[in-house]
């Protein structure tokens, strides 16, 4: 089965600098990677997603890009603010609809 | 649109109960995923219903359980409960499986 890789598994960043987390997969069937934001005590959200035939997207602060070829994608947060501080977990998913994790990365947002 | 909904939010059972839980998708959705999230695994993937048929099933013994109905709410069912079922349950819908999947707020099961 698909196994995903997460790194780095915790990052403390200054408000206002980048933050950057890093993610392989194994199976090349994948063609869909989300990415989620879980905080305390609330079930994980959606921040934004990404499919095979796409290498990169970006949404307001947020940008993810894809490598199919080296199976490795990423998610970029620019400007980072307080209300970032959370736990990101990345995602791939094939054609058995099933979701495979990364092991989450905690985000500390330092003011 | 409202998201989804799990109840109950909080469960505690002693090791040998059994247990169900509810998942209500959004409206439209008509997949409903399970997964478990503990400290030490991470988000494991339980099942997947589409039109109430189970149609994948990840790596957890046959006490773990579901169905789904003709509304597309889901349940699901832990028998025999252990010490190490204690988790954080979490649903979540689709409109087919294959697209965005959207996670409710999760149920918190402690096994005593």
């Given at each position: 089965?698909?196994?995903?890789?997460?790194?780095?598994?915790?990052?403390?960043?200054?408000?206002?600098?980048?933050?950057?987390?890093?993610?392989?997969?194994?199976?090349?069937?994948?063609?869909?990677?989300?990415?989620?934001?879980?905080?305390l005590?609330?079930?994980?959200?959606?921040?934004?997603?990404?499919?095979?035939?796409?290498?990169?997207?970006?949404?307001?602060?947020?940008?993810?890009?894809?490598?199919?070829?080296?199976?490795?994608?990423?998610?970029?947060?620019?400007?980072?603010?307080?209300?970032?501080?959370?736990?990101?977990?990345?995602?791939?998913?094939?054609w058995?609809?099933?979701?495979?994790?990364?092991?989450?990365?905690?985000?500390?947002?330092?003011? | 649109?409202a998201?989804?909904?799990?109840?109950?939010r909080?469960?505690?059972?002693t090791?040998?109960?059994?247990?169900?839980?509810?998942?209500?998708?959004?409206?439209g959705?008509?997949?409903?995923?399970?997964?478990?999230?503990?400290?030490?695994?991470?988000?494991?993937?339980?099942?997947?219903?589409?039109?109430?048929?189970?149609?994948?099933k990840?790596?957890?013994?046959?006490?773990?359980?579901?169905?789904?109905?003709?509304?597309?709410?889901?349940?699901?069912?832990?028998?025999?409960?252990?010490?190490?079922?204690?988790?954080?349950?979490?649903c979540?819908?689709?409109?087919?499986g294959?697209?965005?999947?959207?996670?409710?707020?999760?149920?918190?099961?402690?096994?005593?």
């Amino acid at each position: 089965g698909e196994n995903v890789e997460q790194h780095p598994s915790t990052l403390s960043v200054q408000e206002g600098d980048s933050a950057v987390i890093k993610c392989t997969y194994s199976d090349s069937a994948s063609n869909y990677f989300p990415w989620y934001k879980q905080e305390l005590g609330k079930g994980p959200q959606l921040i934004i997603d990404i499919r095979s035939n796409v290498g990169e997207k970006k949404d307001q602060r947020i940008a993810v890009t894809l490598n199919k070829t080296a199976k490795h994608f990423s998610l970029h947060i620019t400007e980072t603010q307080p209300e970032d501080s959370a736990v990101y977990f990345c995602a791939a998913k094939g054609w058995d609809y099933k979701l495979s994790f990364g092991a989450g990365t905690t985000v500390t947002v330092r003011a | 649109k409202a998201g989804v909904t799990q109840t109950p939010r909080y469960l505690i059972k002693t090791r040998g109960q059994q247990v169900t839980l509810s998942c209500s998708p959004i409206s439209g959705h008509r997949s409903v995923s399970w997964y478990q999230q503990t400290p030490g695994q991470g988000l494991q993937f339980l099942f997947e219903y589409f039109s109430e048929t189970q149609r994948n099933k990840g790596n957890f013994p046959g006490r773990f359980s579901g169905r789904q109905f003709s509304n597309s709410r889901s349940e699901m069912n832990v028998s025999t409960l252990e010490l190490g079922d204690s988790a954080l349950y979490l649903c979540a819908s689709s409109l087919d499986g294959a697209d965005t999947q959207y996670f409710g707020p999760g149920t918190r099961l402690t096994v005593l």
